[in-house]
């Protein structure tokens, strides 16, 4: 009898309960985003990859993209973690560079400026002005490593930088050249300092550290669902416009396995993408990040499979896609942490 007790006794991640239903407000921004990318990212997204200089969307402000973490009450947006995440998810979805400037400055830079009340932080929130971020973290074996990245045209660099095992957060001005030729992600690119920089402490501890860590995974993590939901859209196209013995591609049934497969991997990592949110736990936030790459590099490279030959061509957008899916590895913040 008491085994039998036992076996009923709820597991106690039940006892957590999430509400994981889109509300009637959060569907019209999705909406309204996913309109705004067709018509105004999708056209220009292969500019913007063959040549990382080309300007950006300035429709990106007037929605208040830029200032999704500004308090409502600061003349921001004030959404919370899942509404950013799901605006983030439809612009990857076209254009995943865009996505990448729109979630990091979310996450970090603005947080960062609003923390040190600089008075750039509205400059950026209205979209007037760009900054790149740069990340510096170290590994179990006490090796430090930096990532940064930029759009073009940024003007100034928002750093976390570790002096004597704590950390730092400054803003330092940008010179020279911000764009390389890079595989995927071409829009974002290392920005190299000038000579000649000015830095301006912004916090000298490590406050901002947690928050920056839990938001920038999750919406990262929708920055991959995205890609990966971008792909699969290419790839059930691709296969209803492709004939081949005189029926589309995905009368086939092996074709049926691997669309099936990629859109449950999709909806797999959106789900715990949006628990991440929902929670705002690092451990989730980072369960979804690397479900989210994963899913993004799978779904790509099953996409790519799917269109053939063609896919390889930038004819297709597809291939875009897969390079940025594998490019989003190298914008994972903690990878030495």
């Not at 990857?92 to 996505?99: E, F, K, L, T």
């Not at 991959?224 to 492709?242: H, K, M, P, Q």
């Not at 029926?247 to 797999?268: D, N, S, Y």
Request: aromatic fraction near 6%; charge should be negative; proline fraction near 3%.
């Amino acid at each position: 009898m008491r085994a039998q007790e036992r076996l009923i006794l709820p597991h106690p991640c039940s006892r957590v309960v999430m509400n994981f239903e889109i509300t009637e407000d959060q569907q019209i921004l999705r909406q309204t985003v996913r309109r705004f990318a067709e018509e105004s990212l999708a056209t220009d997204a292969a500019l913007r990859d063959h040549a990382p200089k080309s300007a950006w969307p300035t429709s990106l402000a007037d929605l208040g993209l830029w200032s999704l973490a500004v308090p409502e009450a600061q003349g921001g947006a004030g959404f919370d973690l899942l509404t950013g995440a799901l605006a983030i998810e439809e612009l990857a979805a076209r254009d995943a560079a865009v996505a990448c400037a729109v979630a990091l400055t979310n996450a970090v830079v603005v947080p960062a400026l609003a923390a040190g009340q600089h008075p750039l932080r509205d400059a950026v929130a209205a979209g007037t002005s760009l900054v790149g971020l740069s990340w510096q973290a170290e590994s179990a074996g006490g090796v430090s490593g930096t990532i940064q990245t930029a759009a073009a045209g940024a003007t100034h660099r928002v750093s976390r930088e570790l002096d004597g095992g704590s950390a730092r957060w400054v803003l330092s001005e940008l010179g020279g050249e911000a764009c390389s030729e890079t595989i995927g992600l071409r829009a974002l690119s290392n920005a190299p300092e000038s000579t000649i920089s000015k830095t301006d402490l912004l916090l000298d501890d490590v406050a901002l550290d947690r928050e920056a860590y839990i938001r920038t995974g999750a919406l990262l993590a929708a920055v991959g669902v995205g890609i990966a939901a971008g792909a699969l859209r290419l790839a059930l196209t691709y296969a209803d416009e492709r004939h081949q013995f005189k029926r589309p591609l995905h009368g086939f049934q092996a074709i049926q396995f691997k669309l099936a497969t990629m859109a449950t991997e999709v909806e797999a990592a959106r789900q715990l993408t949006h628990r991440a949110c929902l929670t705002a736990s690092p451990r989730d936030s980072r369960l979804a990040l690397c479900l989210a790459r994963e899913c993004a590099f799978n779904v790509a490279d099953e996409a790519l499979q799917i269109h053939g030959g063609y896919g390889y061509t930038r004819e297709y957008p597809v291939e875009r896609h897969f390079r940025d899916a594998v490019q989003l590895s190298t914008l994972d913040l903690w990878e030495l942490r």
